[in-house]
């Protein structure tokens, strides 16, 4: 079955770096997008980044462009945020999640677990 696990959170001083890995399994990742959201404490969940089945990568919150970047290895079936110069702002369980398709434009259709990030000192 389709599953998606998400791992690499952990906590970290202001200003260091984190990859957050989602190791697919049950599918061809080569032919679907994979969305990163995250959620804060009292907070709604927001979508963070999204990266399309041609490795196009889209990032929807303005705080994080050019510290963040997706990637994805399809031979590993994986995808990455890589995650650097963070902030106590950037704390939040995140999430992989699987679009339907292969663009970012597709509904959501599977959730990975979560894993926390902490950023503080």
């Known amino acids: 079955q389709v599953q998606l696990v998400t791992s690499g959170g952990g906590l970290v001083q202001p200003g260091g770096s984190l990859r957050l890995s989602c190791a697919a399994s049950g599918f061809t990742l080569d032919y679907y997008s994979i969305h990163w959201f995250r959620q804060a404490p009292g907070k709604e969940r927001e979508g963070v980044s999204c990266i399309n089945s041609a490795g196009s990568t889209f990032y929807f919150v303005d705080s994080v462009k050019g510290r963040f970047t997706t990637s994805r290895d399809n031979a590993k079936n994986t995808v990455y945020l890589q995650m650097n110069s963070l902030k106590p702002e950037d704390t939040a369980v995140y999430y992989c999640?699987?679009?339907?398709?292969?663009?970012?434009?597709?509904?959501?259709?599977?959730w990975g677990q979560g894993t926390q990030v902490t950023v503080s000192s």
């Open positions: 999640a699987r679009r339907s398709g292969r663009f970012c434009s597709s509904g959501v259709d599977y």
